[in-house]
């Protein structure tokens, strides 16, 4: 069997959000692979040195270095860590993970072509960065999508006499948290009984300004903080529509989560999110950042529980083709 090393952001322990490199590291370790898994640093640039050496003393041990690639600040590690592999001849695979990856290959196309061209392959979650990435050249991606463990995610259909919204993601502007509570004072305003939780940990400040607009809208909404993945499943129970505010996105696992879960989802339909979801099939998509467009999206919903219901069988049904049993069968052909 294959030996791996893993470079991503390894950092559940540290407070954040848990990321594939956790979870894809474990199901391989499963299957039999031996996985080296860096790094668990919380200072960026400690992180960062962490990776090159770990890519620098596994060198002669592992058979391909897994890279996750976002689209952010972490996309220079990504070229940093893939220019070593380069230079020490390792065959190295980035995971496309970041939703705005598109508009970095044209805002970086030296740095673009350095990581991707001379990846022995580049695994895309989702068919929306595959394509993005063919328009422009690279013939060197395959889709492997994000996984989860079905079994783990008990269906419940929803009935919608309150509006119980749920969002899951960490505090960061580019998933749009503000979006959320604008989206309940629309709906109170209106009249609606409407509650909303929102779950993650902070990301770059946005978590205490949705905690003050929330005061200043005078609206209530419980923030639960980080939660692990069976607090958060547990929880879910309780509410009735998921909501998804991001305003840059490729294929997000919380968003595969709720469709396993039952939970009707509504969700901005901005990068992979209408490769990931149908409009009106297992799913509602609308613009992004208009309150008064998600309102009316929620609306629909709870005035339509027929066709709500099928919507939320359609999403499990989908759900089901990402469970890991199905998915580890293209890991174990690429790394064969």
């Not at 490769?275 to 009106?280: A, K, M, S, T, V």
Request: charged share 25%; aromatic share 12%.
């Amino acid at each position: 069997m294959k030996n791996i090393l893993y470079i991503g952001n390894n950092l559940s322990e540290t407070g954040k959000t848990e990321t594939t490199i956790e979870t894809l590291s474990e199901n391989l370790r499963m299957e039999g692979y031996t996985v080296y898994a860096f790094s668990n640093n919380k200072n960026k640039l400690l992180r960062l040195f962490n990776m090159l050496f770990a890519i620098l003393k596994y060198a002669k041990k592992v058979d391909y270095v897994l890279i996750d690639t976002y689209s952010t600040q972490n996309f220079y590690y990504a070229y940093l860590c893939s220019q070593l592999c380069r230079i020490l001849k390792l065959k190295y695979i980035p995971i496309l993970h970041g939703g705005n990856l598109p508009n970095r290959l044209k805002s970086k196309p030296k740095l673009s072509t350095a990581i991707f061209s001379n990846a022995y392959k580049n695994v895309s979650p989702s068919l929306y960065i595959k394509s993005e990435f063919e328009k422009l050249g690279y013939s060197n991606v395959i889709c492997i999508p994000n996984a989860i463990d079905i079994k783990n995610y008990p269906f419940k259909q929803r009935h919608h006499e309150v509006v119980n919204l749920l969002w899951v993601r960490s505090f960061s502007k580019i998933y749009n948290p503000l979006l959320a509570i604008k989206l309940l004072k629309a709906l109170k305003d209106e009249g609606y009984k409407a509650t909303l939780c929102m779950v993650g940990p902070e990301g770059d400040g946005s978590f205490k300004e949705a905690q003050n607009l929330a005061k200043t809208l005078q609206v209530e909404v419980k923030f639960t903080g980080k939660l692990s993945k069976e607090e958060w499943i547990h929880l879910s129970e309780d509410y009735n529509i998921f909501i998804n505010t991001t305003n840059f996105d490729n294929m997000p696992v919380s968003v595969m989560e709720a469709m396993a879960l039952g939970l009707p989802i509504v969700s901005t339909n901005v990068g992979g999110m209408s490769f990931l979801i149908e409009n009106g099939h297992d799913g509602v998509l609308v613009n992004p950042d208009d309150s008064d467009e998600f309102a009316k999206a929620i609306k629909w919903v709870v005035s339509h529980p027929n066709e709500t219901e099928q919507m939320a069988l359609h999403a499990r049904k989908k759900a089901e083709q990402f469970d890991w049993e199905t998915v580890k069968r293209e890991w174990q052909s690429l790394l064969r």
